[in-house]
């Protein structure tokens, strides 16, 4: 094999299945387009179920299994079942309980986190515009 023709070998190498899993395949301006977080440079106002939709589902859940667990340790407590059951029952109501509390107060305790954030938001693009206003004249 001549050293002309080792370049060619190594593109035909590359262009296998194998090697295009192994290579990157974005660029860094897509992978900046691409990740999840919010750019400084999009300034699209979203509306507050944009904003508090994943707290409020959070919370919603979390308030759902806490009334089971509720509604099922209730249950345990107060009808005469076979024993069997009522130890699986006293075993999984407390359980539901203290799962949905924990979706509960993490929901609860997102929504301030958020809030900070918004602000925090507001301020930086409220000091950029007013960076980009002096240093433009």
Known sequence: MTIEALPRALEIEEKSPESKDLLPSQTASSLCISSRSESVWTTTPRSN???YRKPIVIMSVG???L???VVITCLAYTLPLDSKILTVLKMIGPAFLSLGLMMLVCGLVWVPIIKKKQKHRQKSSFFQNLKSFFLNR
Do not use: R
């Open 49 to 51: 179920w944009e904003i």
């Open 63 to 65: 308030g759902a299994i």
């Open 67 to 69: 009334l089971f667990g």
